[in-house]
């Protein structure tokens, strides 16, 4: 294979490492821009060279400062965010950046419409998207006054997911009763959080869904769909446990969505199907390859590859929609141990634990032929119990 132009992946956790794989088995040179200390896909043996950044969210200057630096050594080198937080300043600053690379993100007036959720409900709505009812409250009399409308529980979510996941830890949180709202509502508007109520869409774990798809001026060129098995926690959290299958009834609002947006590029649209009439909504849009990447590579579709292409010299990918079903891509940790804590909540069989294991399946980490990173994984999990343990053992000496 000739010599190809290098891919700077940022942000090397669970996400930035399916992207690196993706590309390495492709031939492509991987550069790797992490931020995070846990980070663990710059271990991949297809990472050539490995750099650090600040925080892209707490100094977004000194981040891109450190690719313009890159730039002077990697010109012409794709340039590929693998979250939000690496997403954000690079679309915003895409015209300075694309001066000495070739940026796989689109421009921001449309990337705000996918990270900023608020405007994402307000596009579905606009264009007749099927999404759950949601409101920005400004008062708690308000946010009660929404609650009578749609009903308990309720959801309460951020309108920018990815920082409030790393202040708070969860994506969203439950109010089941009225005394939930007050206590939730008061602690995000106490932290100068601006969040959603939104309508509680019913179903179990698989009535999630993914629109994979790749869009040129806002059409699409090939797709793939998968459905989610296991969440954790279960009914709101991330994907533990997704399988690819064919899902012809996302097409038509993904599609439809996407043109209006008129969005360039890999997208992932989430969806759930509402128990009540049998309907998938939309429930958001990922501006950038999504944590079950893997899952469409193993299924026969190289997403990274694919963008990585366009981003580089335009190439458009091969129209049609053909992928593998049955194929499950599983992150073990999160799966083994939401399994255990959550097994009365959830009555799984053994035989619907075991499945995704001895089916066709990917990892998210774990690969027998790149075992750097899972080896990087289990030194920080182990260091930082470690470190823990510890400080409870001083708390408790000095209390």
Known sequence: MNKQQPALILGCHKIGLGIIRALGEKGVPVVGISYSKMDMG????????????????????????????????????????????????????KKRLGSLFKVAADEWPVIEKCVVKKHTYALADQIGVLCPRTKIPSSIGEAKDFVRQIGLPCLIKPTVGHSFFERFKQKMFFARNLADLETLFDQFAEAGVEVMLQEFIPGDDRSGANYNSFVVGGEPVISVTAEKVRLSPPKIGFPRVVVSKRLPELAAPANAF???????????????????????????????????????????????????????????????????????????????????????????SAADYIRPYIKPHTFTILSLTDTGPVLKRGHDLVTEGLKRLFNKIQKRRFS
């Open 258 to 348: 996407l043109k209006a947006l008129g969005y360039d590029g890999f997208s992932c649209m989430e969806f759930k199907r509402d128990s009540r009439d049998g309907i998938y909504r939309l429930m958001e849009i990922n501006a950038r390859l999504n944590l079950s990447t893997p899952l469409s590579v193993k299924a026969g579709v190289n997403f990274p590859y694919l963008l990585y292409r366009y981003a580089l010299a335009g190439e458009v990918p091969r129209s049609g929609d053909e992928f593998h079903e049955d194929i499950y891509w599983i992150d073990p940790g999160k799966d083994i141990a939401e399994s255990i804590r959550s097994y009365r909540q959830e009555r799984f």
């Open 42 to 93: 710059y271990a991949s043996k297809y990472v050539i060279e490995h750099h650090r950044s600040p925080h892209p969210d707490m100094d977004p200057e000194g981040f891109l400062s450190v690719l313009m630096q890159l730039g002077n050594k990697w010109s012409g080198s794709v340039l590929i965010p693998s979250d939000d937080a690496t997403l954000i300043p690079v679309s915003k600053q």
